[in-house]
């Protein structure tokens, strides 16, 4: 069973970053697509970043050019580094693995990312 475990959220001032990880146990992380989400109150739940096993990354419209999608793997971990955060950026942010042979999703439980005005 994997089991994936988001940290770094917190409160952070508009314009200000934080640095969210994904870690898990087992090679999921290196060698399955990895998604970062994000749910807001009342909104349904969006996809903010996504990293292949080849490296290749997509993003969401709203986070280009401010969010960062990436491995680290030293910590083992696909960390989400978000810059220039504004209040819209306010949500549940969710880690999403998949193998690519079976495409089964998992989640983690969320990291709660704050901005204020």
């Known amino acids: 069973q994997v089991q994936l475990v988001e940290s770094g959220g917190g409160l952070v001032q508009a314009g200000g970053s934080l640095r969210l990880s994904c870690a898990a146990s087992?090679?999921?992380?290196?060698?399955?697509?990895i998604s970062w989400y994000r749910q807001a109150p009342g909104k349904e739940r969006e996809m903010v970043a996504t990293?292949?096993?080849?490296?290749?990354?997509n993003y969401t419209d709203s986070v280009k050019g401010r969010f960062t999608i990436f491995r680290d793997n030293a910590r083992n971990t696909v960390d989400l580094q978000m810059n220039s955060l504004k209040p819209e950026d306010t949500a549940i942010y969710y880690c999403?693995?998949?193998?690519?042979?079976?495409?089964?999703?998992?989640w983690g439980q969320g990291t709660q990312v704050t901005v204020s005005s």
């Open positions: 990293i292949t096993p080849g490296s290749s990354t």
């Open positions: 999403n693995a998949k193998f690519i042979w079976t495409m089964t999703p998992y």
């Open positions: 087992g090679s999921i992380l290196s060698v399955g697509i």
